[in-house]
């Protein structure tokens, strides 16, 4: 009892010593003028630990670190603080007061109803738990004495409760527990210290399992796993075991009860399904993930099926001191199996090399005459009447377009050359390509998604008789290219071909018979419109 | 260089008409755009090109697992509502949505690079192109992160390098410098974590640095140069600020190796850019300097209003010092010491740092192919953005 103050630093060190870097539930870095809150959360974290420890081991399971649906991951102790502050959790519920407290978290509202669901599941417990294990006070005295700076009675009466243990156990522990803390700081140190021999924890109860636990526990910090934040969520970048969670205090300190650690080193082997960030056993039927054994009551473990765990390596990088976790997957069913190189290359077979369209077989001489005069740029000065107008570089892209076609030939066809261009605009009559355009007007996104995705089901009658290829044909080749016209023109120095919505005029009154004009004679069917585009 | 480099160009008509779906950042009709401006350059004149057969389900299945692809096979955009664990298990739904002929398009770019591949180790040609190709997130199960690197993550027959930019939470967060591959693969993954704004001249010093000391460690039979193209300057989702001859310079000094070369696309997100980079890096693959003044074609107004192949200067700041470059370089060559030297490489005078020397032709019989052993040995190199909306700037709101 006397040294209840000493165990309470020790606690607060080794706690914060372990989880200082990038911890989630702990938040912020040790401030140590704040000396208080950090004592508060250190002790708030390890009531936690203790709290899941005994729910677990009755069938109960409670997954940490909490994750909201859109990946974020949520600080307990701020939570339960917050709502404490504001009166508890009922109160807060029927004053409506949940607002603020996501708000003060930092959150998007629309995670209220998973944070009040949380907080049900996880902390409406833990506060009953928590005034059941101190019988000296009410529920809310608990609640008062955990949020007090005096902490020393509490951390008392739980080190005489769970603390004993005979001290040969405690010698070879504290050890290991040592030999496990320079592990997890350092994973892949090649000079690490191997395990301790496992005789020397013979002589304590069930010291081989507590080995096998040490060895699982190492295993889970080597392995990595690739996180995969979803789409959309920014915040989420560290991503902790669950490992990280159990508390090192109680195995650092003196005399924890043997038993107390295979069991937490048991729930650290379940894993979270990192693929889609949810926790198995919600019948998510993700493959990568079977279903998580049932944990272990008395400490005996059997190694269930492991290839996804998500293990942590922490690497700080030198330049910025922003200190993160990297993860990547191990396994069969991550890695590429590379096949030994027997020296025969596979598939000769000209099928599987791609079918050459150029340059056509029989016409060598032709290729390696004019390689000379590849790569020439456009020419400065052209014939037409008035240079760079509409009509100027309408005619000078349909003589390339015509030339393009007469070398290539039926490659022009191959290439789908046939299917680019404004002239696919000949194809549309004007009604529906003024449809078109004005449903690209509508800046809804959801009726555009509609529209481009849910036309099968004739949402717009109009376009019948035009499959999806034509509508993006027509969108590339006609419509962008419309708008990028408007713009190189009238707005040259804001020119951007993404933005959909944005309304424009034309130039020139489309594509086609109308284009050319003339107001003294009679209208002439352009020759080159035609020869360009009677391919049908 | 070789006398005449054998050219093979991939390219599957088909691509142009996949749509991802309005407010998605990739576009894969810039392929299409691509294409155009190559043909408008006459740049066909100069190299073979070929209609790659369209990658078949099991084909895929020799990476990703094969209820994986089977799932990308029978989604449809219609009947997508009624899978939405699978699509939350596969990671598809709003950053890589489900659209129609979804699967086809998968088919042609993984087509072009495995004939390409094919192309090149039965030494058909010296350099194969697939453009559509490049797209290197999806992982054995899911599409997101940092797929290539970590499918080879353990092995040392394949290296991978990776330059992009790192930190602020920029998707897909993995890519440290401290992620040097594990086991048997340890110091064979090399990734360059860059900051925001970095402009040609660091980029290609710092490139060039670790590249020559890459190959001149792991002698690659094969190099893979994956050439995502928003690392430009003005990318939509991207944030360095590189102009096209700074990213065709890279290539340029990739293709002096005279390793056997496959360049894919990647990334790219402001589609003009895009064509205009890849069509000048056909060029270079080529020996070809293209004219700034862009042809005639279909698709000119695309590149107005200049109508020219360069790209405006970003003007942003860059954030990589000097200092930070030099640290990067630092850890970057040390672990390359650590791997052992192939054994068939004579040991040869290391130039200093910054100084690459033009490789001497007369030593090189262009006749004789790096010998078997090494010759799955593959080095890839990345240099672009991730795609993702985790972008500061363009929120993709689906």
């Given at each position: 009892m006397a040294n209840g103050s000493s165990l309470d630093r020790l606690e607060a060190e080794t706690f914060t010593d372990f989880h200082g870097n990038g911890s989630c539930l702990v938040?912020?870095?040790?401030d140590s003028t704040d000396h208080d809150k950090t004592k508060q959360k250190s002790l708030f974290c390890k009531f936690f630990s203790v709290y899941l420890k005994e729910n677990c081991s009755r069938g109960d399971v409670r997954h940490v670190p909490v994750m909201l649906g859109d990946g974020q991951l949520l600080d307990l102790y701020q939570l339960f603080s917050l709502v404490k502050k504001n009166g508890g959790y009922d109160v807060v519920s029927r004053k409506g007061l949940w607002d603020s407290v996501i708000v003060e978290l930092g959150l998007n509202l629309h995670v209220l109803a998973s944070v009040k669901l949380i907080y049900d599941r996880y902390l409406n417990d833990f506060e009953g738990w928590l005034s059941k294990t101190n019988p000296k006070s009410d529920g809310n005295d608990g609640e008062e004495k955990f949020c007090n700076t005096d902490d020393d009675v509490l951390c008392v009466e739980i080190s005489a409760e769970e603390f004993h243990s005979p001290k040969c156990k405690r010698e070879s522990l504290s050890e290991m527990i040592t030999w496990m803390r320079d592990i997890a700081k350092h994973p892949f140190d090649p000079a690490a210290q191997p395990l301790p021999e496992p005789s020397e924890l013979k002589g304590c109860r069930g010291g081989q399992n507590f080995s096998v636990q040490m060895l699982k526990a190492r295993d889970v910090l080597f392995v990595r796993k690739h996180s995969k934040p979803n789409s959309g969520s920014s915040s989420q970048k560290v991503k902790i075991h669950p490992a990280m969670y159990e508390d090192p205090v109680a195995l650092s300190h003196q005399g924890t009860k043997k038993l107390r650690c295979s069991e937490r080193i048991s729930i650290a082997v379940k894993s979270r399904c990192t693929c889609c960030n949810s926790y198995p056993g919600n019948g998510h039927g993700c493959p990568l993930e079977k279903p998580p054994s049932k944990p272990g009551v008395t400490g005996k473990k059997k190694s269930t099926a492991k290839p996804v765990v998500a293990g942590k390596k922490k690497s700080k990088s030198y330049w910025d001191d922003d200190l993160h976790e990297t993860l990547v997957s191990i396994g069969h069913r991550f890695q590429v199996e590379v096949p030994e190189w027997t020296g025969v290359a596979s598939e000769s077979d000209s099928k599987w090399l791609g079918t050459q369209v150029w340059p056509v077989k029989d016409d060598d001489s032709k290729a390696t005459t004019e390689?000379?005069?590849?790569g020439r740029g456009r020419r400065g000065k052209c014939s037409c009447k008035v240079q760079g107008s509409v009509d100027c570089v309408r005619f000078h892209i349909a003589e390339n377009r015509m030339k393009l076609k007469l070398e290539l030939g039926y490659v022009f066809y191959q290439c789908g050359f046939d299917r680019t261009g404004e002239g696919v605009s000949l194809q549309w009559t004007a009604e529906e390509e003024k449809k078109f355009k004005d449903l690209m007007m509508l800046n809804i996104p959801s009726e555009k998604k509609a529209f481009w995705n849910n036309f099968w089901k004739n949402?717009?009658?109009?376009?019948?008789?035009?499959t999806r290829k034509d509508m993006v044909n027509y969108y590339f080749n006609v419509y962008l290219i419309q708008q990028r016209s408007y713009q190189n023109r009238v707005t040259p120095k804001d020119v951007d071909s993404d933005d959909d919505g944005e309304e424009f005029g034309s130039f020139g009154d489309g594509y086609g018979r109308k284009a050319i004009k003339h107001p003294f004679m009679e209208f002439m069917e352009c020759s080159e419109n035609t020869q360009c585009f009677d391919f049908e | 260089m070789r006398s005449k480099d054998r050219i093979a160009y991939f390219y599957d008509g088909?691509?142009?008409?996949?749509y991802f779906g309005p407010n998605h950042p990739m576009k894969p009709h810039r392929l299409c755009m691509t294409h155009h401006l190559v043909l408008s350059y006459d740049l066909h004149k100069k190299m073979e090109i070929y209609r790659p057969h369209k990658a078949y389900p099991v084909e895929l299945a020799q990476f990703h697992s094969s209820d994986y692809v089977e799932f990308l096979h029978r989604i449809t955009p219609d009947t997508q509502h009624l899978f939405t664990d699978e699509l939350s298990k596969y990671n598809l739904g709003e950053d890589c949505p489900v659209f129609d002929n979804l699967f086809e398009f998968c088919q042609i770019y993984a087509g072009g690079t495995i004939d390409a591949a094919r192309r090149l180790n039965n030494q058909l040609c010296d350099i194969a192109i697939n453009w559509a190709g490049g797209l290197h997130h999806a992982k054995k199960y899911v599409h997101h992160g940092d797929g290539v690197e970590e499918a080879f993550y353990f092995t040392d027959r394949v290296m991978t390098v990776s330059f992009h930019k790192y930190g602020d939470m920029f998707f897909p967060g993995t890519g440290d410098a401290k992620e040097i591959g594990e086991r048997e693969g340890k110091f064979y993954a090399i990734n360059v974590p860059l900051k925001d704004g970095i402009d040609d001249s660091s980029f290609t010093r710092l490139f060039k640095t670790i590249i020559s000391k890459v190959v001149e460690t792991y002698q690659p039979g094969a190099i893979v140069l994956q050439c995502g193209a928003d690392s430009l300057a003005g990318d939509r989702l991207g944030c360095f600020n590189l102009s096209i001859d700074g990213h065709a310079e890279c290539v340029r000094f990739v293709k002096r190796f005279n390793v056997p070369l496959l360049v894919t696309g990647g990334g790219g997100y402001t589609k003009e850019n895009v064509a205009r980079c890849w069509a000048v890096e056909t060029g270079v693959l080529l020996d070809t300097e293209l004219p700034n003044e862009i042809p005639e074609?279909?698709?000119?107004?695309?590149?107005?209003?200049?109508?020219?192949l360069k790209i405006p200067n970003g003007h942003i700041e860059n954030l990589n010092s000097k200092s930070y470059l030099s640290t990067i370089k630092m850890q970057v060559l040390e672990n390359l010491r650590s791997i052992q030297h192939a054994p068939s490489v004579q040991m040869q005078e290391v130039p200093p740092d910054f100084y690459i020397p033009d490789l001497n032709e007369d030593l090189q019989n262009p006749d004789e192919r790096i010998d078997q052993h090494t010759q799955d040995k593959h080095i890839q190199r990345d240099d672009e953005y991730y795609e993702g909306d985790n972008d500061n700037d363009h929120q993709t709101d689906l």
């Open positions: 938040e912020d870095c040790v390689t000379d005069l590849a949402t717009f009658k109009n376009f019948q008789m035009k | 088909d691509a142009g008409s996949v074609n279909d698709y000119i107004k695309y590149f107005g209003p200049d109508f020219s």
